[in-house]
């Protein structure tokens, strides 16, 4: 038996469908707390935080460069508008995909080999979004930081109310990240899953196209009328099936008529 890398069936139906229904809470959750994060709800309010806590460089920098008729500074990745840009665009493919997903199995495309491919691509704009989000801070070399403070420490180290709540937006959009990787593994491991050799699944496919295509089949298939009907005195040997009726009738021939002449 030769394997097929495209045309490969899925091992677990069921457990497609269950990782789907996770991944449209997930989709939803992301699009919901980077939607509310764009373009700049909290972003530079927990980055000036930060700064007066001691934690990392303050949002100054770009004023300062201004001022001083400097080039701006390149702005740590974690404070930068363009994470923020990416993360809405990373939630509104995610669910573009998931939509193309769901009609694709639905219709018997959605092969694993492709799935490999995507699945891939949304682990590693998703594990960038990660990294992006609790990323290192190192432009101030007075306030160092490995790791932004809102994941690091809890959100309580901040007395200001308002910086709290900003903070656990925060923390709530990088668990939701964390928890679309996570489900995107999952899926990467169904997909493997399906691309591991599998005689059974191959051996299914030899029968089946055996049993459509060969002629032992379509003699098989032609005949299945003419079972089970009893002789009888009236016809003799040749019973009549609903398709001997239908071309007798075409050909003026009514059943039974030459036995009663």
């Not at 699009?31 to 930060?50: E, H």
Request: aromatic share 12%.
């Amino acid at each position: 038996m030769a394997y097929k890398l495209l045309h490969r069936k899925w091992r677990s139906t069921r457990a497609m469908y269950y990782t789907m229904i996770a991944e449209l809470g997930g989709t939803v959750a992301v699009l919901v707390m980077f939607g509310i994060a764009q373009p700049d709800l909290y972003r530079t309010k927990l980055w000036r935080a930060g700064n007066e806590l001691g934690f990392n460089s303050s949002p100054n920098v770009i004023v300062w460069a201004y001022a001083n008729y400097e080039p701006q500074p390149t702005l740590p990745f974690v404070w930068s508008q363009t994470l923020t840009n990416f993360n809405v665009a990373i939630s509104v493919l995610s669910l573009f995909l998931l939509l193309t997903k769901l009609i694709a199995f639905i219709m018997h495309v959605w092969f694993p080999i492709v799935a490999t491919v995507i699945n891939f691509s949304l682990i590693t704009l998703y594990v960038t979004s990660i990294i992006g989000q609790a990323g290192p801070d190192h432009l101030d070399p007075t306030y160092p930081s490995s790791v932004a403070w809102y994941i690091a420490k809890p959100c309580t180290v901040a007395a200001n109310q308002s910086i709290q709540g900003s903070c656990r937006l925060a923390k709530g959009a990088f668990a939701a990240t964390c928890i679309m990787l996570g489900i995107y593994c999952i899926n990467m491991g169904l997909t493997i899953w399906a691309l591991m050799p599998n005689p059974a699944n191959d051996k299914v496919d030899d029968e089946d196209e055996d049993d459509t295509s060969s002629p032992a089949a379509l003699k098989k298939g032609s005949q299945w009328e003419m079972h089970g009907i009893p002789q009888t005195p009236k016809t003799g040997t040749v019973p009549y099936t609903p398709r001997t009726m239908a071309f007798n009738t075409l050909e003026r021939k009514l059943p039974l008529r030459n036995q009663y002449v």
